[in-house]
T-cell receptor, first 111, second 117 residues
Framework: TQLLEQSPQFLSIQEGENLTVYCNSS?????LQWYRQEPGEGPVLLVT?????EVKKLKRLTFQFGDARKDSSLHITAAQPGDTGLYLC???????????FGTGTQLKVEL | GAVVSQHPSWVICKSGTSVKIECRSLDFQATTMFWYRQFPKQSLMLMAT?????????EQGVEKDKFLINHASLTLSTLTVTSAHPEDSSFYIC?????????????FGPGTRLTVL
């Protein structure tokens, strides 16, 4: 079973700061998704990356897929309190729709 | 986007009782649904795959006799936690995949908070 390690595990920053979250795998990703989950809710899809070296932007969020497709990063510029949540990377496994989630990064952005 | 609902949103029960959680896809049909468990400050762990018209498939280490799954229709899957104990207290989340435009996207329910006293 592929293990998806995320770092850091916890991150507490001030509003306006930049941050990067990493997702690493022991083997090659077929594709990778990033989700954000707020307390008491289900995860919400942010982006899907498929091609090695791919970069996608979603407002202040920048997602990168490693050239070798074994790692990915999420960079947030000028973080805001509304960015607070659990960030999860995930990969489809088992040849179908089954998702395996990373270990998660808990982000807290304070005023 | 597609909507997946769960009911109840939270439940408190006594140890030894059984609890049923429903997962519904409201605007699309899902032959497959997934059940996850999430402990505080942790990630989602896949428990089982619910298959319409056939038996559920369980992940390693998940007791199928304790977590009963029934995919009653193309829009409804239920998870029953039998003889619940305090260690079963957790956040249970379901998801349903929908194929659209050649892509594959999972839609997650809002979760059910189970507390076993």
């Amino acid at each position: 079973t592929q293990l998806l390690e995320q770092s850091p595990q916890f991150l507490s920053i001030q509003e306006g700061e930049n941050l990067t979250v990493y997702c690493n795998s022991s083997s090659v990703f077929s594709s990778l998704q990033w989700y954000r989950q707020e307390p008491g809710e289900g995860p919400v899809l942010l982006v899907t990356v498929v091609t090695g070296g791919e970069v996608k932007k979603l407002k202040r969020l920048t997602f990168q897929f490693g050239d070798a497709r074994k790692d990915s990063s999420l960079h947030i510029t000028a973080a805001q309190p509304g960015d607070t949540g659990l960030y999860l990377c995930a990969e489809f496994t088992g040849g179908g729709n089954k998702l395996t989630f990373g270990t998660g990064t808990q982000l807290k952005v304070e005023l | 986007g597609a909507v997946v609902s769960q009911h109840p949103s939270w439940v408190i029960c006594k140890s030894g009782t059984s609890v049923k959680i429903e997962c519904r896809s409201l605007d699309f049909q899902a032959t497959t649904m997934f059940w996850y468990r999430q402990f505080p400050k942790q990630s989602l762990m896949l428990m089982a795959t619910s298959n319409e018209g056939s038996k559920a498939t369980y992940e390693q280490g998940v007791e199928k006799d304790k977590f009963l799954i029934n995919h009653a229709s193309l829009t409804l899957s239920t998870l029953t936690v039998t003889s619940a104990h305090p260690e079963d207290s957790s956040f249970y989340i379901c998801s349903a995949p929908r194929l659209a435009g050649g892509g594959n996207e999972q839609f997650f329910g809002p979760g059910t908070r189970l507390t076993v006293l």
